[in-house]
């Protein structure tokens, strides 16, 4: 039987995962940053210093994420409550594990490209979440996906995963999305 390839990460100068983590994945934290930077105005229009204060916070810890994925810092477990943080902290686990019981920590750089970034996914996700910054903002589906939308990249990986999930069947014979493939790009 035939092993598996090697799995793509930026140790590989000049790769697709080595541009994707070095460059890419940068731009889009930036960006997120900038959006709820531009509606800092709007969050206090609306919310006062309560929504100003955690916009604030979620810029500092989507700076500091920036930061840590930059300097190829180890990468740290999730530290909010969602029903997903024991699944990710737990293969955090595993890549853990794969270091061969050295001290070394999975790191931005050296871990699989495509766990890095959607872990970096994730963690927006929590920074966002974990400041309440979701309570703040206008509740409409342009808002809820811009900052995903901010990346093309992100978009068309999206689209690549919707391609890989399998379609039901429908009685009469046509194809019938998943109710999570539905929602995930709704």
Known sequence: MAEFPAFLSAQDVGSFAY??????????????????????????????????????????????LRNELQTDKPITRLADKWVDTDIWNHYLGHERSLLN????????????WLFVECYMYRRIHEAIVQRQVYRYWV???????????????????????????????????????LAAESSFLA
Request: net charge positive; with cysteine; glycine share 8%.
């Open 139 to 177: 509740a409409s589906a342009s808002s809820r996906c811009l900052i995903l939308n901010s990346s093309a990249g992100a978009s068309e990986m999206a689209q690549q995963v919707r391609g890989l999930l399998p379609k039901e069947r429908d009685p009469h014979g046509g194809r019938r999305e």
């Open 19 to 64: 541009l994707t983590v070095k460059d890419r994945l940068p731009q889009i934290l930036t960006k997120a940053i900038d959006t709820l930077h531009r509606h800092k105005s709007e969050f206090f229009e609306k919310h006062g210093k309560e929504g100003v204060e955690a916009e604030k916070k979620a810029i500092s810890l989507l700076s500091k």
């Open 101 to 112: 019981g050295s001290d070394e920590e999975p790191r931005w750089f050296f871990s699989p």
